[in-house]
């Protein structure tokens, strides 16, 4: 048992049954452990959630900056066209991405304010990577 394994629990649950409908019991069952050990790794469920949000932001930054980098060369309106259908299919069969728009619309109630903050400084990260690839884009 690993807090690796600890936090993919999470994420599965949280992005499947939100921040109220997900139990540490029910993620110690899924892990295979008993509750309390989750606290050898996380002092809280607030912890745990805002661990694994921060983990799958700076994930999805990686991603968008790889995505724009990798596909350089591409037409432009190609580009932003096969950005947003990957994103789609993304959140079709990635908790990742069902996690992080779950966030946007339905972040727990008492960590609203700092959830949101925290999806603020994303959204401008995400604006600026983009912003700083449409500038450097080359038309063809």
């Not at 994930?59 to 790889?66: P, W």
Request: negative net charge; proline residues 2%; aromatic residues 12%.
């Amino acid at each position: 048992m690993s807090a690796i394994e600890i936090k993919q629990s999470g994420l599965q649950q949280f992005a499947q049954h939100g921040y109220d409908g997900t139990s540490l019991s029910l993620i110690a069952n899924d892990v295979g452990i008993k509750k309390q050990s989750i606290y050898s790794h996380f002092a809280n469920k607030d912890e745990l959630y805002l661990t694994i949000l921060a983990e799958v932001i700076e994930d999805e930054k990686n991603y968008i900056r790889n995505y724009f980098s990798e596909n350089e060369k591409l037409e432009l309106k190609s580009k932003l066209y096969h950005f947003l259908t990957n994103s789609c299919q993304r959140y079709e069969r990635e908790a990742s991405m069902k996690f992080l728009l779950r966030n946007g619309f339905l972040p727990p109630s008492h960590l609203h304010e700092k959830v949101m903050e925290i999806l603020y400084t994303y959204y401008e990260a995400v604006e600026m990577i983009v912003l700083n690839h449409l500038q450097n884009h080359q038309p063809n």
